[in-house]
């Protein structure tokens, strides 16, 4: 017991008593420190201050009735590293002797060291007479090599393109809603925004999702292919936008007369518009090509059901993908 | 004590030599020189706290049903992946933190590498015998974009989704191998399958880290070999480097801004909330949000996306080139290009292949920094544009006004800018040379007075 007081204030003693400073050489390698005791001080209570801020983290962390742990263990080691950021900083400032020195940059180049590794390259091969059939079986060594690895890369996905034009949507399909249960045109409304999915279907797919709305039948203007696509005025369009994908989760019905006098479909990603009434054709934004439409029928129980498939690919658009696809 | 230590280091490494260089190594004095350091202490911190989070994300796309704490998303399908962010945000104990902290140090990380290549720019600091530097670090801010975007989509919430979906669209339009790229990325069309977040998970926590320090470290050793440059002054030459040897002097300066750096980060984390995931909900394909912003980062992508008019270069039925490969691909392939290629250009330019350790002033050289601010006015206007939607929300500006003023706007303002900031570049200088000249003659003419005076 005796002993470990002993140490213990020797110990105290060591880290409180001022060092005497010890025999100098003459020759210094630094010039000498600015005198600022007071700056040390400051220093030394930072980082005390430092480790109160950190001991509270553990604090914070373990006591249960604190409440809002991120922000007071975020204040905690935050303010920790600041004040201890702070004494390091007081200490570079005030008595850590800095000086200004000035150095030569290195050469800009060392002539002879690079004739000699040239040189040393250029020996090395003299041994070589028919140099040019080495390099060649060298390049060839190397790059089917290179190709050799490369290959496994292959498996990590399909390379064609045929799975992009997939949906499951086929004729007679129902259109669900998001939990199941069939979509009845009675139930559809002008001015408001369905979303459906063929029944039984991955509502994730690419090709699942689509916007079903109401319009006065004058208002249509489905001409070509998509003609008769409607069904007594309602209308579905793959809720995919044909310019990045996003899913088109916006319905402006003419709530914004007499500027925006047309209902318009709307995807909040880049704003691209689409005319619910023209077969889905784009109105404004980055959007190239119109939505796909999907062929409607109202069966005998008064349910929505697909007559086909989408006229045209969904989704974002790649190099050579046909706008107008027959449906399976 | 140090004495055996170094002595111990040195007899089992013999490196007292190569020590006792770089422990004197000099560092010229300047702030805009700490810029790097930033990003470089950001990034340290960006790596502590993804190590922590690496131990609680789940890298699956299985379908859970929530069951956590949070009570508006309790019931909800969801990924595995956005569950187990969830649950670090909520139930881990001091998870919300590191994952705050963590979105933070990545915002300040691509600030303060931006800010640098700013620096880097304005100064001709890239020029010979430094390219080689510059060059790494644009790579390094490519990798770090897209190390950002990876990180923030692997979340799966809706957010993570929406930009993840049109990164893919973007992906697609990529002339004659785009959809093949994707389908091979994705495993099929989009969402994907089941190995597309364990590779976007992969992506961010290995490969894209492992190359950002391996280029990082590569990045410092050049600077270090062909030492700072610096600044012209009294005593600073293009022979003579002046600064403050890395220890003592640079070295508690350099510790104080990495813990600065680190706490402030800390503090953000704790005190300012950032990506609340909570809030957006799980993501689906056939789900999308109003007013949606990327990260700050790539805000330039989403303003290029929705300014460049519906165009599609089609030929009959077939779509060759589709819309998004104009803003979401060109566009930053033209920014890329320019940063790889314009040391060269400038020599191309200039003739000037000289070695340069001094910098320029940007007044110095009014040609590069009318360029450069024409760049950065073009780059900051489709940033901005970017967020017309929400300065309609705000400010009741009409959507599509603004963005046929910026249309315009990005191809006339840049050029402006850059006239403008060349001209003033001429005008300071003229101005110091005036002030010169009134100090040399003023000196002259005192002298002249004095001799008429003795002579008197």
């Known amino acids: ?328 | 004590m140090i004495r055996k230590v170094v002595c111990y280091v040195d007899t089992r490494t013999g490196t007292a030599p190569f020590l006792r260089k770089a422990l004197r190594y000099l560092f010229p004095d300047h702030w805009s020189f700490l810029l790097g350091e930033i990003a470089l202490y950001a990034f340290i911190v960006l790596v502590a706290t993804g190590v922590y989070l690496t131990f609680f994300f789940v890298d699956s796309r299985q379908d859970v049903v929530y069951h956590g704490p949070y009570a508006p998303l309790q019931g909800q399908h969801m990924s595995e992946a956005y569950r187990s962010v969830l649950d670090i945000s909520m139930t881990v104990k001091a998870g919300l933190l590191i994952r705050q902290t963590h979105h933070w140090a990545a915002n300040v990380f691509l600030a303060a590498v931006i800010l640098h290549l700013f620096r880097v720019f304005f100064t001709g600091a890239y020029r010979k015998p430094r390219e080689l530097t510059w060059l790494i670090g644009v790579t390094m801010l490519m990798l770090a974009l897209l190390e950002a975007y990876i990180g923030y989509s692997m979340v799966d919430d809706l957010m993570s989704g929406m930009g993840l979906v049109i990164g893919y669209a973007v992906g697609l339009s990529i002339p004659f191998v785009g959809a093949n790229l994707m389908g091979w990325l994705f495993h099929g069309p989009f969402p994907g399958g089941a190995v597309l977040i364990p590779r976007l998970y992969i992506a961010h926590v290995l490969i894209f880290p492992v190359l950002i320090a391996v280029l990082l470290t590569l990045h410092l050793v050049l600077v270090a070999l062909r030492h700072h440059s610096q600044f012209r002054g009294r005593r600073q030459t293009e022979r003579t480097v002046i600064g403050i040897p890395l220890y003592p002097g640079q070295t508690p300066r350099s510790l104080g801004l990495m813990l600065s750096v680190a706490g402030v980060l800390f503090l953000l984390g704790g005190l300012v909330q950032i990506n609340p995931i909570w809030l957006w909900g799980p993501f689906h394909t056939y789900i999308s949000t109003n007013g949606a912003q990327p990260d700050w980062y790539l805000g330039w992508l989403i303003g290029g996306l929705r300014l460049m008019p519906g165009f599609d270069v089609t030929i009959g039925h077939y779509t060759l080139i589709p819309g998004p490969f104009w803003g979401g691909a060109l566009f930053p392939l033209v920014v890329f290009g320019f940063l790889y290629f314009w040391p060269y250009v400038e020599r191309k330019l200039t003739g000037d292949v000289a070695f340069h350790n001094l910098l320029d002033r940007p007044r110095d050289n009014p040609r590069r920094t009318g360029i450069g601010v024409g760049m950065v006015t073009w780059v900051f206007l489709v940033f901005v544009a970017g967020s017309s939607d929400r300065v309609q929300v705000l400010f009741g500006l009409s959507y599509t006004g603004q963005i046929w003023f910026y249309r315009v706007a990005v191809l006339v303002l840049p050029v402006v800018a850059g006239l403008v900031a060349a001209w003033v570049c001429r005008q300071l200088v003229r101005g110091e040379q005036i002030e010169e000249d009134r100090r040399r003659a003023e000196t002259e003419g005192r002298l002249e007075l004095a001799s008429r005076f003795d002579q008197a």
């Open chain 1, 1 to 328: 017991m005796g002993k470990a007081r002993d140490a213990f204030l020797s110990g105290v003693v060591l880290l409180l008593g001022r060092r005497r400073t010890p025999p100098q050489p003459d020759a210094h390698l630094l010039p000498p420190a600015p005198k600022h005791t007071r700056a040390e001080t400051v220093a030394i209570a930072l980082l005390f201050i430092a480790a109160l801020c950190a001991a509270a983290f553990p604090v914070v962390y373990f006591v249960g009735s604190i409440p809002a742990k991120t922000q007071y263990l975020g204040l905690s080691i935050g303010l920790a590293l600041l004040f201890l950021a702070a004494a390091l900083i007081v200490a570079a400032q005030s008595v850590i002797p800095t000086e200004e020195l000035a150095h030569a940059y290195p050469p800009d180049e060392h002539e002879e060291d690079e004739e000699y590794v040239a040189r040393l390259v250029e020996e090395s091969g003299k041994g070589f007479t028919r140099r040019g059939l080495f390099k060649l079986g060298l390049v060839s060594a190397g790059g089917a090599l290179g190709v050799a690895a490369l290959v496994p890369a292959v498996s990590f996905g399909p390379l064609g393109v045929e799975e992009f034009y997939g949906t499951p949507w086929r004729k007679g399909r129902r259109l669900v809603d998001e939990n199941d249960v069939p979509l009845r045109a009675d139930d559809i409304d002008e001015k408001a925004l369905y979303t459906a999915f063929p029944e039984g279907a991955d509502k994730e797919e690419q090709g699942s999702a689509v916007v079903v709305v109401r319009l006065p039948r004058s208002s249509l203007k489905l001409s070509g292919q998509v003609e008769g696509y409607d069904a007594d005025g309602i209308v579905a369009y793959s809720k995919l936008c044909t310019h990045a994908g996003c899913a088109i989760s916006l319905y402006r019905a003419p709530l914004f007369a007499p500027e925006e006098p047309r209902p318009a479909l709307v995807c909040p990603c880049h704003y691209s518009t689409f005319d619910p009434a023209d077969g889905g054709s784009v109105t404004f934004g980055p959007a190239g090509r119109r939505l796909p439409m999907l062929p409607l029928a109202i069966d005998g129980k008064g349910e929505l059901r697909a007559r086909g498939n989408f006229d045209g690919p969904v989704g974002p658009s790649w190099w050579g993908v046909r706008e107008r696809r027959p449906s399976p």
